[in-house]
T-cell receptor, first 114, second 114 residues
């Protein structure tokens, strides 16, 4: 089954404790992206990647890191989480450069930073 | 960069009535406009999309219209049903045709009253 898999689904942590949210897709998509969803603010892009070893900042990259060492994986790293990073996070993937492929979203990770 | 405005933020309609959600975009080069539906606790999923060479597209009870001159597009849902209750996001592609360059609106919470 074609899918984007995120882990964990729920995460509660404390300020300053490094964490990683994993994302993997099995559709051989070149493009992968991370979004955060906050009430009233919609889906805001954090980082995206157009291929292996190619990553770019989205609209709200501060406090986050990503890596793309393999085509299928795109982890989101919070080196020193803060309470304002409490949010619902979605990973997504699609083909690059047009075509009829929609953006495929993972199930989301609800992060709480205390 | 692209900016997408979406209205209203909340829309309540009686079951069986129609619902209309409107979006405007800023980049005249954008030419791909999808709509995503997010049910409570779930991931966003594509429900319909339109490209700039088409003015209107229908799929059963949902339709999308596009006015490139005015830079606005709308989602129309007819004969609304309880399962239409969700958050709807419009988006516009800044990459020239694909889901790999989407900017999202802030979302509309559609409530279907029985």
């Amino acid at each position: 089954e074609a899918q984007v898999t995120q882990n964990p689904r729920y995460l509660i942590t404390v300020t300053g404790k490094k964490l990683t949210v994993t994302c993997s897709q099995n559709m051989n998509h070149e493009y992968m992206s991370w979004y955060r969803q906050d009430p009233g603010l919609g889906l805001r892009q954090i980082y995206y990647s157009m291929n292996v070893e190619v990553t770019d900042k989205g609209d709200v990259p501060e406090g986050y890191k990503v890596s793309r060492k393999e085509k299928r994986n795109f982890p989101l790293i919070l080196e020193s989480p803060s309470p304002n990073q409490t949010s619902l996070y979605f990973c997504a993937s699609t083909v690059l450069g047009g075509g009829n492929s929609p953006l495929h979203f993972g199930n989301g990770t609800r992060l709480t930073v205390t | 960069g692209e900016n997408v405005e979406q209205h209203p933020s909340t829309l309540s309609v009686q079951e069986g009535d129609s619902a209309v959600i409107k979006c405007t975009y800023s980049d005249s080069a954008s030419n791909y406009f999808p709509w995503y539906k997010q049910e409570l606790g779930k991931r966003p999923q594509l429900i319909i999309d339109i490209r700039s060479n088409v003015g209107e597209k229908k799929d059963q009870r949902i339709a999308v219209t596009l006015n490139k001159t005015a830079k606005h597009f709308s989602l129309h849902i007819t004969e609304t049903q309880p399962e239409d209750s969700a958050v709807y996001f419009c988006a516009a592609s800044r990459a020239g045709g694909g889901a790999d360059g989407l900017t999202f609106g802030k979302g509309t919470h559609l409530i279907i009253q029985p």
